[in-house]
């Protein structure tokens, strides 16, 4: 299929133009002995061919399956305007908007969505998007280091472990000192339970203060945190500022709907996962970082930022501002290399929180947390089964199985159910917990169903 | 036109939610809640589609007509590959799946995307091997640069520099820097508008860990010299790093790889037509040598005697995670979709009229624009206003009257190192027609700018906003709606 417009003979015509008797005459500077030594693709297919070969691949993959995943990723309800306007092509077929008179749909849309991000974390200033949660963490840790002019960085056990994995291969070839503090325990002291040793509460008060120094650029939190934890960080945030640390949290912007904000925990700077803000999982991106910070740290953030402002008559409208920060004019003095991001992901971000709206994502958010419980209680009803709750916690807890939680999730596939994910992939010594997630999505009948499976994996 | 937090009415809807089906057994402790509701907006669905719709008509895109952005490949992008992205199969698929015990069996559909794509990547820039991992061009170059990093330091040498020319995009020397290198910059030699070997040779050493170099350059110029400089670098162990920005130009005509490049990256968003999306998402996946392929970040795909796919970890001297998952799936979707749809024969023509269209610009407006390298231009051409700032009419007042013309303006500005720059890169997608109305367009301008200049210097008159104050909106930061 192409989509080549020219014909022959206007190729031809054009050619005259530029004074060569062919095309090959044009690559011309490609020495012959530079030439591909070979370019061996397969023949071109048809849009009706090649759109049968994915349906084919699609149908492959069990997207079907009753979805109990979570780890940061969420299976939410995407209202159908959001897809509808969002595929607007005045939308996806515009480039960063360099050009403001002919992108003012772009970039008020940023602006509103700038503007959503800050209310959700009740910080003053928000970017226009960054790559995924995992870089957008990544980048204020930058920022802090940068305005601390420190080189230690101190990251809690309950921050997304895909993240600090990430956050610890950018810095690899940087002379940055890490810290890791594991979470508190996860089940209550009990006669009959010697659980100790497996780690799913809150943040861990003690070893964190032990650990922030004078020497600390940053302190990075999550809430909730990996295990679903709810926290309050008001402490651990009083006492970094005390020592002139930056504290960071990562947070869940549904549940933020219900949550005390990183504004009034005292958090400098907070960055998130915005996927679940009316984006599809499609099997790991393109996903939306996103970042709030204090309007003093504006000129250290990485990326576009739009602002609003007039033009020569007097009309209000918006420009990407404060761009002297970015790669384009800074080169490699620039705060961040980030330059191509997800702004149409920030699109449905926004649309979707224009959608749901004030009571709509405190729905959603309540919805989760309900049918989270209910999920807990009926799983905490099977034999030989515990939940940890040490803590109170969102729409995702953590299960202690008699078995191994990868041979357990293995045989619920075959029920139909993506049960959870397995934490001993990222912790060590935890091969039989797992980690359940619980969407609005999901049904009290299809969360019996789940008890159900399990119950029979288990007790086989 | 008003802000959407302007319009929102207490009590409004724009969502049903199913009531909820189970008991509430437990409340968020108040300790942990906020205190007051985030103030979102309380629209209704109509609200909102009218509020989305005016603001995209407020907009340009490839769709609205001729986009010739240079360095941005704004050709067009099908439609079919959206509906592909679309499929249930892949857009509700969960990326821990794979990471399931045996769990490569239930995505094996998406696994053989990600598998063929970087298979096909590798013939196409003759690499040999790819990671999909990186969600921008930008964030290509970056790892690049840490895998560059990871390769000196695992042979024990200390080498700190990346050389990189001036005419570079600035996410060169940014990512170089980011990754921990100091940075210089090689200068080019303004005769030949190619990197200066002189100054190459004096700059180079044994701290040189790699050279970054864009081919053809940004001054849409293929430095035919290219297998000198990778003997120089390589006789330091210095890396090559190719910036595929510009690989519209060479496909099928020149591979990065046989010219001993040892690391590439690609910008799917650009060749391979994924839409820009007003600023992302892309895909900068990035190709690597033999020697290289050790460090390429974790997780790899990799295929079972059994032919199916699977993810291994398994690399210990890997440079880590650079993603949380396989990068930018739904964009390399796209784009693997479209190069099954060119094929090989396909992708040639796509930079055979592309260079074309590119050169039939620049010889058609040679007589009314300074052309400071009047050669024969691969993909893109720049041209200057030169002679037109000597009535006080510089590229930004050309590019805004193109707007009152209907045109998207060419990138201005840049390269940095030619005055006036005016850069041009028209795409394979556009037609003779659309190309011959654009030229008439700046003709027109070129006449203008010499007998009616002031009236260039007003415009743009047709969008819905004129020339905008940027240093007002840097002085007062209004980058949050307080009403």
Known sequence: MSYIANTESQRREMLKVCGVRSIHDLFADIPERLRPKSFSLPQGKSEFEAFAHFEKLAGQNYAHLTCFVGGGFYDHFIPAAVDALASRSEFYTAYTPYQPELSQGTLQAIYEYQTGICRLTGLDVANASLYDGGTALYEACQMAIHATGRRKVIMDGGVNPIYRKMIRSYTANLSIEFVETPVTHGLKASKESNDFDSVTGQSDRKRLFEALDDRTAAVLLQNPNFFGVIDDHSDIVKKAHDLGIIAIQSVYPVALSLLKTPAEQGFDIATGEGQSLGIPLSFGGPYLGFMAAKKALVRKMPGRIAARTVDMSGRSGFVLSLQAREQHIRREKATSNICTNEALCALRAHLYLSLLGKEGLKTVAQLCFDKAHYAKERIKAIPYVKVMESSPTFNEFTVKLPIDAGECVGRMVELGFAAGFPLGRYYEGMENYLLVAVTEKRTKYEIGRLAEALEAVVCQ | ?483
């Open chain 2, 1 to 483: 036109m008003s802000i959407i937090f302007e319009k929102s009415v207490p009590d409004r809807k724009g969502v049903t939610l199913p009531a909820c089906d189970v008991p509430k057994t437990r409340q968020i402790p108040e300790i942990y809640r906020r205190k007051k509701d985030a103030s979102l907006c309380e629209l209704s669905e109509l609200d909102v589609v009218r509020h989305f719709t005016a603001l995209s008509r407020k907009n340009y895109g490839v769709d609205t007509n001729f986009y010739p952005l240079g360095s941005c490949t704004m050709k067009y992008n099908p439609k079919i590959t959206e509906k592909i992205a679309a499929l249930e199969g892949f857009s509700q698929l969960h990326p821990l799946l794979p990471q399931l015990r045996r769990g490569g069996m239930l995505t094996q559909g998406a696994l053989a995307v990600l598998y063929e794509l970087e298979t096909l990547l590798c013939e196409i820039l003759g690499m040999d091997a790819f990671t999909v991992h990186p969600m921008a061009g930008a964030h290509g170059e970056l790892t690049g640069m840490m895998l560059i990093a990871a390769y000196h330091r695992d042979k024990g040498s200390r080498k700190t520099e990346i050389l990189i020319p001036d005419e570079a995009h600035g996410t060169n020397p940014s990512s170089a820097a980011i990754a921990g290198f100091t940075v210089r910059s090689v200068p080019t030699n303004t005769d030949t508008g190619m990197l200066d070997l002189v100054a190459l040779e004096s700059m180079i050493g044994e701290q040189t860990a790699g050279i970054m170099m864009t081919n053809p350059n940004t001054l849409g110029l293929f430095n035919f010299q290219i297998e000198k400089i990778a003997a120089l670098a390589h006789q330091y162990d210095a890396q090559l790093y190719y910036d595929g920005a510009n690989l519209n130009a060479i496909l099928g005509k020149f591979r990065p790889g046989d010219a001993d490049f040892d690391v590439v990256h690609v910008n799917l968003h650009k060749t391979f037509a994924t839409p820009h999306g007003g600023g992302g998402p892309g895909a900068g996946p990035v190709g690597v040598k033999k020697h290289l392929e050790p460090f390429l970040p974790i997780s790899r795909i990799t295929t079972r005697p059994d032919n199916t796919y699977a993810l291994n970890y398994d690399f210990p001297k890997s440079i880590g995670y650079i993603a949380p998952f396989y990068g930018n799936f739904a964009v390399c979707l796209r784009a693997y979709a479209y190069i099954l749809m060119q094929g090989g024969q396909g992708l040639i023509e796509v930079s055979e009229n592309a260079v074309l269209n590119a050169n039939y610009i620049m010889h058609s407006l040679k007589n009314d624009f300074h052309v400071p390298y009047l050669k024969t231009c691969m993909h893109e051409c720049v041209v200057s206003a030169k002679n037109q700032a000597e009535h006080d009419i510089h590229a930004i007042d050309i590019a805004k009257a193109l707007i009152d013309e209907g045109f998207h303006p060419p990138t201005v500005y840049f390269p940095l190192i030619v005055k006036e720059a005016m850069m041009i890169e028209p795409t394979e997608t556009e037609s003779k027609e659309t190309l011959d109305a654009f030229i008439g367009a700046m003709k027109r301008i070129a006449i203008a700018a010499k007998e009616t200049p002031q009236a260039l210097r007003a415009a743009p008159r047709t969008t819905p906003v004129g020339r905008l104050d940027e240093t007002k909106a840097a002085r007062d930061m209004d980058v949050c709606f307080l009403g």
